[in-house]
C-alpha cells in the first residue's frame, strides 16, 4: 500500500474530508492549483473554467520576436477580450499592419516604438517604456518595433480574435498583382522582384534612431488625442491593502472600447467583495500568487489559483474577489470592453441600505453593519493573524 509522503498535497480537507491520491497525477500542477485539489467549502455547483495560463499555449518564434495568445479557442468563456503576449528584440519589428478590432497595449519590460496613421492622413509616432499604454481603433494602421529588448501585453476586443489573422502590408503585397502595385506606386515592376511573397509578421531589423530623426510631419497635422497613455505617471488611490490606478476614455480619450484598472494587493491584502455592472473582467497577473472565487448565484461558486502569467476570467455581474496568497505583492490588470471602468463594491451597497434591512437578510449584529465604510475601499487589509494563520 502506497504511504502518504508529506511534501505530496493530498485532496484531504483539514476536516477530513477527502482522501489520498496514490493514483498517475501531475504534483506540481496540484501545487500550483492548491483551490482545486482541495476547494473552500463554500465551493459549490459546476463552473466553466476561469483560467488559463500563457505557459499553456503555443509561441510563434520568429527571427525579431515571439508571441503567443489565449483567445476564446484556450478559454472558450472569454468572448468579448483576447489576449497576445508578444516580446520583440532590439530593433526587432511587428510588421506594419491594421485589425479589424481595437488594439490596447501594456508595456511589462523594455521599451518599444511605435507608429500610425489614421483615416485624416494624421500620424503618431511614441516610445513607449515599462507600464505605458497604447490603443489602435479597430481599422488603423501601425507598427511596433522593439528599442531594446521587450515583452508587452496586447489586449483586442473580440474574443474570437487571433493576431495570425490581421491585415498586413506584407500579405497584401504578397497578393497583389505587380502591374497593379507598378500603378498603384508609380514605379516599374521590377521594384517589386523581392516581396517576401507571404506576411512576414515579425521579423528582425536595424535599432531606428532617435525618434525626432524618424519625425515625419504630415500636411493633415498629429492625431488629435495621443495613442499612449503613462499610466504608472497617474497617481494611484491609495488603500490599506494596496492600490488602483484606474484608466478609461475619461483619461485615455481615444480608448473607446476597453477600460481598465491596474491592481496592487499587498501581503494580505484582498481586492474586495465586488462585482462589475458594465462587462466581463478579462484579467492578467504580472505578479505574485492569488486566488479568486467567482460567486454565480443559485447556489454555485469556484475557486481558482493564479500567477505571473496567467489570465482569469469573471463573467459579467458575478461577484468575485481576488486575495494575494502568497508574500510577494500581486500586481494585476482588470480589463473590460467598455469606454468606462465600473465596480460595485458589496461592502457600500450594505452601508447605504437601511440597517435594519441589512440586519434581517444577513442576520448580522446592527453594530456590524453600522461600522461598515461608506466609501468604496477596494483594496483591503484582512486581519495579520489570519494571514499569518493561513501562511505559517
Partial sequence: MATHDPRIPQPIRSDGAGAPDYGPRNVLRDIQNPDLLVPPK????????????????????????WSREITARELPIA?????????????GVREL????????????????????????????????????????????????????????????????FSDLSTLSISDWFAHTPPEVLSANFGVPESRFDKQPGKQVYIYQDDVPGPIHSQKINSPAGEVPHPFKYELLKQPPLEFSGGSVRIVDSSVFKISKTIAAALIEIKPG????????????????????????????????????????????????????????????????????????????????????????????????????????????????????????????
Avoid at 516610445?127 to 483586442?156: A, K, T
Avoid at 461608506?374 to 501562511?391: A, C, N
Fill in 42 to 65: 463554500t465551493d459549490a455547483g459546476t463552473v466553466t473554467n476561469l483560467r488559463f495560463s500563457f505557459s499553456d499555449t503555443s509561441m510563434i518564434l520568429k527571427h525579431g520576436g
Fill in 79 to 91: 468572448t468579448t477580450l483576447a489576449g497576445v503576449n508578444m516580446s520583440l528584440t532590439a530593433g
Fill in 97 to 160: 499592419h491594421w485589425h479589424k478590432e481595437a488594439e490596447w497595449a501594456y508595456m511589462i519590460l523594455g521599451r518599444a516604438r511605435i507608429t500610425a496613421v489614421d483615416q485624416n492622413g494624421r500620424n503618431f509616432i511614441a516610445d513607449i517604456g515599462p507600464g505605458d499604454l497604447w490603443y489602435f481603433p479597430p481599422g488603423i494602421p501601425h507598427s511596433i518595433q522593439g528599442l531594446e529588448q521587450c515583452e508587452f501585453l496586447l489586449v483586442f476586443d473580440n474574443g474570437n
Fill in 269 to 392: 491584502g484582498m481586492r474586495e467583495l465586488h462585482w462589475h455592472p458594465n462587462n466581463d473582467e478579462w484579467q492578467y497577473y504580472l505578479t505574485g500568487k492569488a486566488r479568486m472565487t467567482v460567486f454565480f448565484g443559485n447556489g454555485t461558486a469556484r475557486t481558482f489559483d493564479y500567477q505571473a502569467g496567467d489570465v482569469g476570467y469573471v463573467p459579467f455581474a458575478t461577484g468575485h474577489y481576488v486575495q494575494n496568497t502568497g508574500n510577494d505583492t500581486v500586481w494585476f490588470l482588470e480589463m473590460f470592453k467598455s469606454d468606462r471602468f465600473a465596480d460595485i463594491s458589496l461592502a457600500q451597497w450594505m452601508a447605504l441600505t437601511p440597517t435594519q434591512l441589512v440586519d434581517s437578510n444577513v442576520r448580522v449584529p446592527s453594530s456590524f453593519s453600522k461600522n461598515i465604510k461608506k466609501d468604496k475601499v477596494p483594496v483591503v487589509k484582512y486581519p495579520p493573524y489570519t494571514y499569518k494563520q493561513k501562511h505559517d
